[in-house]
């Protein structure tokens, strides 16, 4: 479609929208007067929580009320939609419905009406997280969780389908009598049974699809369950996979190209392709009810066998993630209009329940990330979706070959830096002052970070960016690389470490915040001390994006003085080695279209 199109079909949905919102049907907010009697006799909640310069400005997020998973996110007939978890009553976790929210560029929203609520025996108690799925005419199916017992928290696996497929914007959405569709049988813990995902067809013509569970009292699984009509439902005779993790929430099961190249692939086509599935690997990623963040591994479907097997034996211990900080119950889609494979993942707030009642809303979803395997085959990487930049601002501040020595901080002027995009490209001199890594923290780069902080003077860094930083940097949050001599093991010389760590430990004087370091190794050859950075600045939330995408960390943060015009930025280095910023560009952010139940 044409600018002229797309500028035509927009006036057209904010008319219909507008349409809505006079019938009362856009994420109606309804009164709840103990919640309100809450929010104005809140006590302690610091003045600058409630400030509306702290809600984000480019990120997703209605205009009240509480938000958490992202659901059975889709392409269809021209648009975006995502489905999300949300509380209509509140800034707290409850009434769960299926948000509806539609784009034409993942970037500018518009709400619908919710789309799934509680409404039949199956789902009476809670309609949970699911997954949408192409059939073979193109009409999507959504499969979500129920729960129909309260007593016990008894999960169940439901189907809904659009009323009017031919409907671009799939507004109404019914659920047949036959629901549910899959139940816990076979001594499957039936209150850890949930979120199905995406399906995919395999040659002999049947639907497979994965549901996390738990099995006994620390095993994660994800079961899987055939169908030929997508109504009838078996479950295989043993999971594709397990680990002794915890519970295994949201899971995602998705292949990637194994040849270099940066496209996605649909989940069908690859398994049913068999020449095309000798050029895939497969991506499982689970999110662990427990530790509370999602991991994955990269590795071998064997089809016959209906097993998913790790490339690296030790991935479910040594977990890679996709992203070391606030980042949870992410959910991927095929975008067949580009042709990549998009991620989407919800960041909680971290500051109070009290805060969050007092300032009306909770919950952002992280910014749409494209992702692919890098050419080792060892891991994803991941980068923000090309449309983002639609928002940058026209002129950007440029700063270019500015040597940083040890202990200096360089601010970056020009530009108001509260809702900013910066990209920075590092140069170190030389690695010869690097620490060497204590081999008790070689896998274990949180507590490296919480232990040698932004502050802690090392050898080669920390260096980086304070980010959202007051004027006398009584606040700041530090995005920041530390280099490392490896571990001593027999001798040899071995790669550097690269840690990338943010630290908000001083990020607001506001109390009873909660401020961990966020870290992870970078995978990447830095001994041409060369390494990049971009961080998405969005007023209460830093988007990090290490060495091209190899780690990215999503940090909360709520600073009470370094907020709009007062925020500042900076480049610092408190290592002994000078770096040199060969090039750093930083553009204000525009706001986005986001007219979620406005």
């Known amino acids: 479609m044409g600018v002229l199109g797309s500028r035509v079909a927009w006036a057209w949905l904010v008319q219909l929208l507008l349409l809505q919102q ?41 205009p009240k009320n ?22 209509p009553k509140g800034a707290v976790w409850g009434n769960i419905v299926w948000a509806h929210s539609v784009s034409r560029d993942l970037i500018n929203w518009v709400a619908l009406k919710p789309a799934i609520e509680p409404s ?47 409907d671009p914007l799939l507004r109404e959405w ?14 499957i813990n039936a209150t850890q049974f949930r979120d199905p995902t995406t399906a995919w067809r395999g040659a002999d013509g049947h639907w497979r699809l994965l549901v996390g569970s738990l099995a006994g009292q620390s095993r994660g699984v994800a079961y899987v369950y055939r169908s030929r009509d997508f109504r009838r439902w078996t479950r295989a005779a043993q999971p594709l996979h397990s680990a002794p993790t915890g519970m295994w929430e949201c899971p995602d099961f998705y292949p990637v190209t194994a040849d270099g190249r940066r496209e996605g692939v649909d989940t069908s086509s690859a398994v049913v392709d068999a020449a095309a599935s000798a050029r895939v690997k497969y991506v ?22 209906e097993r998913y097997v790790p490339d690296d034996p030790a991935g479910d211990e040594h977990h890679i993630r996709y992203d070391y900080g606030n980042f ?66 026209k002129w950007p501040v440029i700063l270019k070959d500015r040597v940083v020595k040890p202990g200096e901080h360089v601010e970056v002027t020009g530009l108001q830096t509260a809702q900013a995009d910066v990209e920075v490209s590092f140069e170190v001199g030389s690695l010869e002052a690097a620490e060497r890594l204590d081999p008790a923290m070689a896998y274990d780069a949180q507590r490296l970070c919480s232990a040698r902080g932004a502050d802690a003077r090392g050898g080669v860094g920390p260096f980086g960016l304070w980010v959202l930083a007051s004027a006398g940097l009584e606040e700041k949050t530090a995005v920041f690389f530390r280099v490392f001599r490896p571990a001593a093991r027999g001798g040899g010389a071995g790669k550097p470490v690269v840690l990338m760590c943010t630290d908000p430990t001083k990020s607001s004087r506001n109390p009873n915040m909660y401020q961990p370091t966020f870290a992870g190794f970078v995978d990447t050859d830095i001994t041409n001390g060369k390494i990049s950075l971009r961080s ?23 600073p009470s003085l370094a907020i709009g015009k007062n925020a500042r930025l900076y480049v610092f280095n408190n290592g002994k080695a ?11 952010m525009k706001k986005p279209v986001m007219m979620n139940g406005a």
């Not at 929580?49 to 997020?61: A, P």
């Open 22 to 62: 006079l019938a009362g049907a856009s994420h109606v907010v309804y009164d709840d007067l103990e919640l309100q009697a809450a929010a104005t006799t809140a006590d302690g909640v610091p003045p600058s929580i409630v400030d509306s310069e702290l809600r984000t400005g480019y990120h997703f997020q209605p």
């Open 66 to 87: 509480w938000i958490n998973d992202p659901n059975a996110p889709m392409y269809y007939k021209g648009w975006y939609h995502l489905f999300y978890q949300y509380n």
């Open 120 to 166: 039949i025996r199956a789902d009476k108690y809670g309609c949970w997280s699911g997954s949408a799925t192409m059939m073979a005419d193109g009409t999507p199916v959504i499969m979500y969780t129920g729960v129909n017992r309260p007593d016990v928290n008894y999960q169940v696996q439901n189907v809904a389908l659009p009323r009017n497929g031919s």
């Open 174 to 187: 019914v659920k047949p009598g036959h629901n549910p569709v899959i139940v816990p049988e076979g001594g």
């Open 284 to 305: 499982l990623k689970n999110s662990l009810d427990l530790r509370r963040y999602d991991y994955y591994t990269v590795g071998t479907y064997d089809r016959k066998a």
């Open 328 to 393: 949870y119950a992410s959910k991927t889609f095929y975008d067949p209009a580009k042709r990549r494979r998009i991620l989407w993942g919800w960041a909680n707030e971290s500051d109070t329940a009290a805060d969050d009642v007092a300032k009306g809303w909770a919950g952002i979803q992280a910014i749409p990330r494209k992702v692919w395997l890098d050419p080792s085959g060892k891991q994803l990487l991941q980068w923000p979706i090309e449309e983002v930049e639609r928002l940058r601002g």
């Open 536 to 558: 998405l600045i969005d007023r209460s939330v830093v988007e990090s994006f290490g060495a091209g995408g190899k780690a990215c960390i999503l940090s909360r943060v709520y």
């Open 578 to 588: 000078e770096i040199k910023v060969s090039q750093l560009t930083a553009w204000e």
